[in-house]
């Protein structure tokens, strides 16, 4: 959910012309496929996290890692919160 947040808000301000996609395969996608290639290829992006952390959810590293990743985009979206809308 944080994820598709995040992805949402970096399309406006990215067609708004005030941020740019730091992600290069991101950056890639959207320039060659648009807003529609990016949603595809971040909704794969999610399935394979998900499916990684499934596969490897008793090991200690992994649920580190999915909290490190939850806490990372709960940062974002709070960043996001707090952005200036107005030169959205």
């Known amino acids: 959910m944080l994820n598709w947040f995040d992805l949402e808000m970096t399309l406006m301000a990215y067609h708004a012309g005030i ?17 529609a290639g990016l949603r595809v290829f971040k909704v794969t992006m999610v399935i394979g996290s998900v499916s990684a952390f499934l596969i490897g959810r008793q090991l200690a590293l992994t649920e580190a890692g999915c909290i490190g990743a939850s806490v990372i985009y709960l940062g974002v979206a709070i960043a996001w919160i707090n952005y200036p809308l107005f030169y959205l």
Request: aromatic fraction near 18%.
């Open 19 to 35: 941020l740019y996609e730091a992600n290069p395969i991101a950056d890639w996608v959207l320039n060659f496929h648009g807003p």
